[in-house]
């Protein structure tokens, strides 16, 4: 297992460029499967996760080719209907088969994703969305197995407990293009992979309107071709490295940073006192003490993102003044808290708020990423803390951050990817 030896206290500065969004990419890979064409996806960042779901398509039959950032895929023998469990288990996102696999064979047998260390994560909206499509769902031995030879359109609120689901939008949408007839999907989630897979569908020659708002409707249609599709930068890496610049009292330049995709992060930066300037398909970040605490609640896109929760929660940890961050979706997404204060941070976790007040320094400490963003905080909080942090199982943090001691290193930050 590799773990990062940074040596922090150094301001960084210079160029970051961000990789092609993770979460884009995942749903748009399962998609291609929609049509028996070759679909090419441009911007595919190497990860981790990128891999498992590569995976998992070949396992179903598909033919996938990754040269550079080009995704190749060919569909035309995708006949296996299973997603089983030792791939399923690595990452949530596979569930995503669930409704590609009806939309194409009409069944599908996936693994039931399980347990996540950031809390529970239940996929009962995206069952009840396919049912309404006319799909029979069973669980089978810890499988889901969905049957449906003839979906047909229905109408179909995906509210959930924590607002819309981005998965259970998704896959219903997956299943629903090329369904009889028209689906309305309400309280649909209007998050930016969301909007990036509606139009990837499209592309394919689906019929989808209302995209980027809650109301999607869809009009089936018989078939479905390949596609050309270039993947949008992630705003979640962006905001890591924008935090980056600030944490350190650095400034970096986070090229393919798109500002409009990030409002609520640059808002609340600069509401802390951090520069931002967006400079056309580029972000400009720079910060100087002193800076300012501010209140954080997560909220579904344009909200504030659950996956910046704690990246900017190591940097209000070096923020002179008490802050609360209210974690409104996953409500027990804390786990990277006891270690921040292991390095000398001071947060209190009281039901879904984190009270943080803000130290002088932090000091660097031995500790152990348990979750991919919380394992980005805890680099970041590397980046600044005195002496030595190493991160172990920096496993969590290459499913979602590309090549991260590299780019780190890129700015000037004294940060070594060791291997045991
Ligand atoms: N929920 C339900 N029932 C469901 C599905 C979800 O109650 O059937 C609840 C969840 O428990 C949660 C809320 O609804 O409280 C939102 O979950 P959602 O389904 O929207 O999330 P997801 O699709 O599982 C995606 C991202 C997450 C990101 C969330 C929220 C991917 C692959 N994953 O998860 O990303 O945090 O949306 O924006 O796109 C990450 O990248 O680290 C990550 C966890």
Do not use: W
Not at 257 to 270: P, T
Not at 381 to 393: F, H, P
Request: glycine letters at 10%; one cysteine or more.
């Amino acid at each position: 297992m590799d773990k990062f030896v940074i040596k922090g206290g150094k301001r960084l500065e210079g160029e970051i460029s961000v990789s092609g969004s993770k979460n884009a990419a995942l749903p748009l890979i399962v998609a291609s499967i929609l049509s028996d064409d070759i679909s090419v996806i441009h911007n595919v960042a190497k990860l981790a996760d990128i891999d498992s779901m590569n995976q998992i398509l070949e396992v179903l039959g598909a033919k996938v080719q990754l040269s550079g950032t080009d995704l190749k895929i060919e569909p035309s023998n995708c006949d296996k209907f299973e997603a089983p469990y030792d791939l399923v288990r690595k990452m949530r996102a596979s569930v995503y088969a669930l409704g590609a696999l009806l939309g194409r064979l009409g069944r599908a047998r996936v693994s039931f994703p399980g347990g996540c260390v950031i809390g529970t994560r239940p996929i009962d909206l995206h069952l009840i969305g396919l049912e309404k499509l006319g799909a029979k769902i069973e669980i089978e031995h810890g499988y889901i197995v969905a049957t449906g030879n003839d979906l047909r359109g229905a109408d179909i609120d995906l509210m959930g407990p924590h607002g819309s689901s981005v998965g259970a939008t998704a896959n219903v949408m997956m299943a629903a293009v090329r369904a009889e007839g028209k689906t309305i999907i309400r309280n649909a989630s209007c998050e930016l992979q969301i909007v990036e897979l509606a139009r990837f569908l499209n592309g394919m020659g689906a019929n989808i309107e209302g995209i980027g708002t809650p109301v999607l409707i869809i009009n089936g249609v018989k078939k479905l071709h390949g596609v050309e599709y270039t993947v949008i930068p992630d705003q979640i890496e962006a905001a890591a490295y924008m935090i980056a610049a600030a944490i350190t009292r650095g400034s970096i330049l986070i090229k393919n940073g798109i500002a409009a995709h990030l409002e609520a992060v640059i808002d609340k930066l600069r509401g802390i006192g951090v520069e931002v300037e967006d400079k056309n398909g580029h972000i400009m970040v720079s910060a100087k003490d002193p800076l300012k605490p501010i209140d954080i609640r997560t909220a579904p896109y344009p909200g504030f993102p659950t996956d910046v929760q704690s990246p900017i929660m190591a940097l209000l940890a070096t923020v002179d003044g008490i802050s609360v961050i209210t974690e409104t979706i996953y409500l027990e997404r804390f786990m990277h808290v006891s270690e921040l204060n292991r390095m000398g941070a001071n947060i209190k976790v009281e039901g879904n708020f984190a009270v943080v007040k803000g130290v002088p320094r932090l000091s660097g400490a031995p500790v152990m990423a348990s979750e991919l963003r919380g394992g980005a905080a805890l680099v970041l909080a590397g980046l600044a803390a005195e002496n030595q942090t190493v991160v172990s199982r920096v496993y969590h943090i290459d499913r979602g951050y590309e090549h991260m001691e590299q780019k780190l290193t890129g700015v000037g930050a004294n940060i070594e990817r060791l291997s045991d």
